[in-house]
Every structure is written in structure tokens, then in C-alpha cells.
């Protein structure tokens, strides 16, 4: 089955260039310049009404939001061992943290970017201190997210801590920059950060 990312350079689109390169499937990559408008498109719309990137093909199938599209393509590719199956107890966890980082990362970051001031127990999210005590002391207490083994999971958590750290929010020390480190050495991780490269230089900020 045919596989295309849409992509975007700098932008989250990273996240799901690196789950591909992950899973060590075939892949084509349509990428375009995020200023150029092409996610605002009437048939770019029609696969991701939300008209963000990244969106992926499978065949005809689109799929968006990077929790999807971690759960979908470990799913439809096994063989790859990105994700503990629905028989394992691990699943549980695995899906916690997909959950964990576009549902509680994300939000937490705006949060502490605005200083939102909000009560805890009434936001989805708790607060961005919660999160980032929550997910250190899972880096801490281990090498991966997930048992013992990487998953999708850490390409999630991974890449939003990543995009934490630029945006200024996420400590670029202790055991949250260890565990980026562990991820930066992957081979995967390499690769899409090349392609990133590539990408970029095709289609360089406007100053
Ligand atoms: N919730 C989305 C977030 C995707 C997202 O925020 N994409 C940004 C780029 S980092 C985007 O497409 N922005 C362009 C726009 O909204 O016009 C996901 O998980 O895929």
C-alpha cells in the first residue's frame, strides 16, 4: 500500500517524517513550504478539514493528528514493533502516552508560554508542572516510555518534549535531555533530521 507524508519544514510534521522512518516502510514525501498555503486547499482540506500538517496517505486512506497516525501506522505495520499489541498489558500504557502528548503536552506548553492562570483540577491538562514531573520521572525510572522496549509512543513524546525545547519551555538538562539524547541517537531519528535538512533548504524561512 502506498504511504505519502505531507510535510511541511519546521514544523510538527518532523514527528510523523521520523515515525516513517521508523517503521522502514517505502514512503513518498510531498513537501511544501507551510507559508505557500498548500494545507488550505480544497482537496488538502478534504483529507484534513483541519488543514494541518502533518497528514498521511495510506493508499487513499488519509490519516491526521500525530496520536493517529503513531496508532494507525504501528498498527498497519507490525512488523516494525512500534507499538505493544491489544493482547499485551502494555497497551494500556502505550496508548496513555500517545493521549499523554497531544492531550496534555501541547496544551501545558501554551499554558506556560501565556501564563495561563487556571486551577488544575479544571483543566484537562492539570498544569505544566504536573506534566513535566509526570513524564521526567518516566524518563528517569526508565530508558523508554513503554516496558522496556521503544515505541511510537517515544517518537510523540519525544519529538513534543523536542518542540518544548525550542519553544523555550522544556529544561535542556536532567533526565528530560538524557532521554532526548538516548532518542537523538537513533538511526531513524537521524535520518528524518537529514531529510529535514534537505527539506528545508528547499524551502528556507522568509526572513
Ligand atoms: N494537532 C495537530 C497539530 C498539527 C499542527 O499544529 N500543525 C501546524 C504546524 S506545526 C500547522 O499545520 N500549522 C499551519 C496552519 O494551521 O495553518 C497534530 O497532532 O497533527
Known sequence: MKLTL?????TRSFSALWLLEELGEKYQIESFDIESGRHKEFDYLALNPM???PLVLHGDVPVAELGAVAIYLSDAYPKAQLCPSMQEPLR?????????????????FVQKMYEWDIPAKSIAWGS???????????VSDN??????????ADVLVGSTLRFGQMLGVIPKEGAV????LRLKKREAFIRAAEIEVTESARFPPKK
Request: hydrophobic share 45%; net charge negative; proline share 4%.
Open 6 to 10: 505531507f510535510y511541511a519544514p519546521r
Open 51 to 53: 488543514g494541518k500538517v
Open 92 to 108: 494500556s500504557e502505550y496508548l496513555r502516552w500517545i493521549f499523554f502528548s497531544s492531550a496534555i503536552m501541547e496544551p501545558a
Open 128 to 138: 505544566f508542572d504536573q506534566m513535566l514531573d509526570v513524564v521526567t520521572q518516566a
Open 143 to 152: 530508558k523508554w516510555l513503554v516496558g522496556d522496549t521503544f515505541s511510537s
Open 177 to 180: 535531555q538524557e532521554y532526548i
